[in-house]
């Protein structure tokens, strides 16, 4: 069965860092693209960013551009977000999805995704 598994979120005042791990487990990542999406209370779900099967090419939300960094380790199959200088406004569930087809921000509709860890950001 194809699972993609997230963990790391958590809470962390403003300012603060937190590092999400997005695994997969029933297959190899080595040939999708991943993207990382969140949703907080009352609002749409949103891209935040994605990452190209190969690592070369990655893409960020302006709202987290500068604070955010996606990576990927294949050899574990599981990519990662890390997020710096966190903010109140960053507070939702984040959710990693894969594509073999690739990312788009804007998009929504894909078939695999994570059950989201939590991240909230406050004092």
């Known amino acids: 069965q194809l699972q993609l598994v997230e963990s790391g979120g958590g809470l962390v005042q403003p300012g603060g860092s937190l590092r999400l791990s997005c695994a997969a487990s029933?297959?190899?990542?080595?040939?999708?693209?991943i993207g990382w999406f969140r949703q907080a209370p009352g609002k749409e779900r949103e891209g935040v960013s994605w990452?190209?099967?190969?690592?070369?090419?990655?893409n960020y939300a302006d709202s987290v551009k500068g604070r955010f960094t996606i990576s990927r380790d294949n050899a574990k199959n599981t990519v990662y977000l890390q997020m710096n200088s966190l903010k109140p406004e960053d507070t939702a569930m984040y959710y990693c999805?894969?594509?073999?087809?690739?990312?788009?921000?804007?998009?929504?509709?894909?078939?695999?995704w994570g059950q989201g860890t939590q991240v909230t950001v406050s004092s």
């Open positions: 029933g297959f190899s990542l080595d040939y999708y693209a």
């Open positions: 999805v894969a594509d073999p087809e690739g990312i788009e921000l804007v998009r929504l509709e894909y078939d695999y």
């Open positions: 990452i190209s099967s190969s690592g070369g090419s990655a």
